[in-house]
Structure formats: structure tokens, C-alpha cells
Nanobody, 114 residues
Framework: QVQLVESGGGLVQPGGSLRLSCAAS????????MGWYRQAPGKERELVAS???????NYADSVKGRFTISRVNAKSTVYLQMNSLKPEDTAVYYC????????WGQGTQVTVSS
């Protein structure tokens, strides 16, 4: 099973930026897609952004124009650049990788507060 390690979360003021990273423990050669979900307290986990092996991206409406997903195939790593952060972006962010089987990271906390 693939292990994913996330980093980059933290506390930021509204309007600020964070960059999340998610790296696989070993090179993965059959990635179909990678992406990020988030879960706020009392809410269901929701898809934030995804990127396929061909580079096609998909974003939640709430983050379009503010978040950018990217990946480095050779490193089996996916990034989430988050700009113009809002308090409602506060959540635990989880990365995943699809290889025909979905593997999850452990989650990283993002808190947007003044």
C-alpha cells in the first residue's frame, strides 16, 4: 500500500497563502489521479481539487480562481497552492492517489483566522 506524507498546513490570516505538499513514500508508476479533499468540523469530506495523469484538473466551485493543484510525476508528488484564504477554508486537508485503489494521506490542518 502506498504511503502519502502531507506537509505545509498551519495557521494563516484571512487573505494569506499556504502551499500543501503530498509525497508518496515510493515512486508510483500507475497513477491515474491525485488530489485533495478537506473536512471541516461537523461537515462531510469534500473534494477540493484533483489532477489526472494527463494533467486535467478539477476544482470545487468554492476554490476556483484561488487554489491551484499541480504535480510532479517523477516524484509522485502533488501540491496545492492556496491563495486568498478565507475562514471557511479552515479544515483538515487530505491528499489521495488513485492507482485503481485509492490511498490517503494522514491529513494536515489548515486554520484561517485573524
Amino acid at each position: 500500500q502506498v504511503q502519502l506524507v502531507e506537509s505545509g498546513g498551519g495557521l494563516v490570516q484571512p487573505g494569506g497563502s499556504l502551499r500543501l505538499s503530498c509525497a508518496a513514500s515510493a515512486s508510483i508508476f500507475n497513477i491515474l489521479a491525485m488530489g485533495w479533499y478537506r473536512q471541516a468540523p461537523g461537515k462531510e469530506r469534500e473534494l477540493v481539487a484533483s489532477i489526472t495523469s494527463g494533467g486535467h484538473t478539477n476544482y470545487a466551485d468554492s476554490v476556483k480562481g484561488r487554489f491551484t493543484i499541480s504535480r510532479v510525476n517523477a516524484k509522485s508528488t502533488v501540491y496545492l497552492q492556496m491563495n486568498s484564504l478565507k475562514p471557511e477554508d479552515t479544515a483538515v486537508y487530505y491528499c489521495y492517489v488513485d492507482t485503481g485503489y485509492r490511498s490517503w494521506g494522514q491529513g494536515t490542518q489548515v486554520t484561517v483566522s485573524s
